[in-house]
DNA sequence: TTCGATTTGTTCGTATGTATT
DNA sequence: TAATACATACGAACAAATCGA
């Protein structure tokens, strides 16, 4: 009789709908296991089989004796999407110098990768980030206005913590996945100096593309990365 | 009383012993999970709980109706770990052509890499990834010659399937995790002309680990790849 | 500090559905 | 068709961590 998806993906789809509609401000705890079963008509096992997985993306976080809790993203869970490390593995803070925010009209490559019509209006942010003093990346990020309404300049470059935060904290949009294109290359002259880097030394050039947890792609960033005394690190099991 | 590691954590210790053990050889099912509850002397949920992971990392494939087996690196599995693709995301299987095999002495960098002893004796194999009939991927690895008894030219250069492939079917060794530092540099020349580079043209350096479903380092590799027309694909949940 | 209520973590057992052989 | 094996779902009990009274 039962040819549907299972409960607990049902259950899993709700749960990531009400974060998504920002139900579920991040910091905040879900309701107990039990609660959510009482609401599901279903097993506490069933709830726990729905959060599995959202717990191991690090969209959400359990606490024994406290409670689950929407991931927020704090300076631990930047490092899952923050790959460049010094050579040892040694994983460390990045400084971002904020360089400009504008307004843009989104070409099709970036309304292809943001998923939305050419012409579309974009916000556009530039930054420096610096690793051990010196500047490790130049970052150049779109995103679709309708999605930031009310963002500029003043209140990108004053945020309090990390860009993905931000759209956290004031736009409910939770960063849950990024899909990155990685190539070498040799910088423009005007990208080179500000990393640096002498005429025709190359770069690590990084395409990403950040989905929220609803799995709509929200932002477009390319960056230019320094490597010459830092690595990208990758792990996969 | 139980302030030792959960029972769940245990069964997955032991089964993961046996594997890397060779109990169960790749493309054999594990015992049934009734059996193994009661080899285990546990609930069946408990088994779940073990095997859940493995399954996830592609340790193990469950098959409903069929069985648990222990996977197989397959051509499905290489993709896991080759992360070089076409820019619009197509997976292309790679045709290797072999260079050479050669025996060395392990240097410092080498021996810390692979858990040796350095002077430790060492295999050196190279081989040329070629993908869309073009050089894509000059790759050098190492190994361990204590690991990989009685491999030489001529066999590794004859195997049947992939190199992950090769380890696991004659030597037993499973490749379950690879760790990976990025870099953009400039290859010297030898190393451009084998990629088609111009002099100047900057490549994709990669260096990997390899480990073993039981954690030792097993394989050293250092890459380099042309990202003119492929690009390093990575995504991150 | 102690204690009790709450919440997640672990483990058990059972029943039924679905896919494979 | 029947047996086997995994997939889903339910429910219960106790342990361990947390927090407030």
Not at 81 to 87: E, G, I, K, S
Not at 145 to 164: C, H, I, M, Q, S
Request: charge should be positive; proline fraction near 6%; aromatic fraction near 8%.
């Amino acid at each position: 009789m039962n040819i549907e998806t299972p409960l607990w993906r049902q259950v899993r789809a709700a749960i990531v709908a009400e974060i998504a509609a920002g139900e579920f401000p991040p910091g905040t705890p879900l309701p107990a296991e039990k609660l959510l079963a009482e609401r599901f008509a279903c097993a506490i096992g069933t709830i726990r089989r729905a959060t599995d997985g959202l717990v191991a993306e690090g969209v959400l976080s359990r606490q024994q004796g406290r409670g689950t809790f929407v991931a927020q993203h704090t300076s631990e869970r930047l490092f899952r999407f923050f790959h460049l490390r010094q050579p040892d593995g040694t994983a460390e803070l990045p400084r971002t110098e904020f360089l400009d925010f504008t307004r843009r009209i989104a070409d099709a490559e970036q309304a292809a990768a943001l998923n939305l019509a050419p012409g579309a209006p974009l916000l556009r942010a530039r930054h420096l980030q610096h690793l051990a003093g010196r500047p490790a990346m130049l970052e150049k990020l779109w995103l679709a206005e309708a999605l930031f309404p009310g963002l500029d300049g003043p209140r990108f470059a004053g945020r309090a913590g990390t860009v993905y935060d931000l759209y956290q904290r004031e736009f409910g949009i939770s960063v849950t996945r990024i899909d990155e294109q990685l190539r070498a290359a040799i910088p423009n002259a005007r990208n080179a100096e500000r990393l640096g880097l002498r005429a025709g030394e190359p770069a690590l050039f990084i395409r990403r593309i950040a989905f929220a947890v609803d799995g709509r792609p929200v932002e477009l960033r390319l960056a230019w990365a320094d490597t010459r005394e830092l690595a990208y690190f990758n792990s996969r099991a």
